[in-house]
T-cell receptor, first 113, second 109 residues
Framework: EPEVTQTPSHQVTQMGQEVILRCVPI?????FYWYRQILGQKVEFLVS????????KSEIFDDQFSVERPDGSNFTLKIRSTKLEDSAMYFC???????????FGPGTRLLVL | DAKTTQPPSMDCAEGRAANLPCNHS???????VYWYRQIHSQGPQYIIH???NNETNEMASLIITEDRKSSTLILPHATLRDTAVYYC??????????FGTGTSLTVIP
């Protein structure tokens, strides 16, 4: 069964460093999302992406964040200068054009020291 | 913000049906009701969704009231592996999800 994959599964970085989280959505899916979950808190929407541009973004998704689909398979989330409060699980999700269901990846656990 | 209200926690005996309620009194006509679950810190797992009619799949059944203001997720024969946080989400197809705090279901041996 097709699935969304994410790499790395864990990443530790120093405050102020740039990180790139990678996602491979399900093949033929066209809508992509990033969510995050701070430990013990709710899953929060960050950004949605369609047709090579951002569709919606939350107030969390400030200028330090960016998304890109550099090729036909990868979907990336970049944090330019990480802060301690960026420590969280980051989930990628995708949905097909004629489907109604978002499928989530396993997540990347980011720890900022 | 989440448009749904769920009890924070529930227990269910193993092998019994687990009935998880959700209130969504402000649901709009074309919004779907989705159910996902999250085991530990894994990615949310899709369970089932519906618009107006009751739905059933291999995992669960979804009962939506006629006025669509509430729904119930039914796990017919709960197992220990069904212990998870269950989220009820109301949104339009293709829109982002706004997660609430969900219901923490504990299946008891």
């Amino acid at each position: 069964e097709p699935e969304v994959t994410q790499t790395p599964s864990h990443q530790v970085t120093q405050m102020g460093q740039e990180v790139i989280l990678r996602c491979v959505p399900i093949s033929n899916h066209l809508y992509f999302y990033w969510y995050r979950q701070i430990l013990g808190q709710k899953v929060e929407f960050l950004v949605s992406f369609y047709n090579n541009e951002i569709s919606e973004k939350s107030e969390i998704f400030d200028d330090q964040f960016s998304v890109e689909r550099p090729d036909g398979s990868n979907f990336t989330l970049k944090i330019r200068s990480t802060k301690l409060e960026d420590s969280a699980m980051y989930f990628c999700a995708s949905i097909g054009t004629f489907q109604e269901t978002q499928y989530f990846g396993p997540g990347t656990r980011l720890l900022v020291l | 913000d989440a448009k749904t209200t769920q009890p924070p926690s529930m227990d269910c005996a193993e092998g019994r049906a687990a009935n998880l309620p959700c209130n969504h009194s402000t649901i709009s006509g074309n919004e779907y009701v989705y159910w996902y679950r999250q085991i530990h810190s894994q990615g949310p797992q899709y369970i089932i969704h519906g618009l107006k009619n009751n739905e059933t799949n291999e995992m669960a059944s979804l009962i939506i009231t006629e006025d669509r203001k509430s729904s119930t997720l039914i796990l017919p024969h709960a197992t220990l592996r069904d212990t998870a946080v269950y989220y009820c989400i109301v949104t339009y197809t293709g829109n982002q999800f706004y997660f609430g705090t969900g219901t923490s279901l504990t299946v008891i041996p």
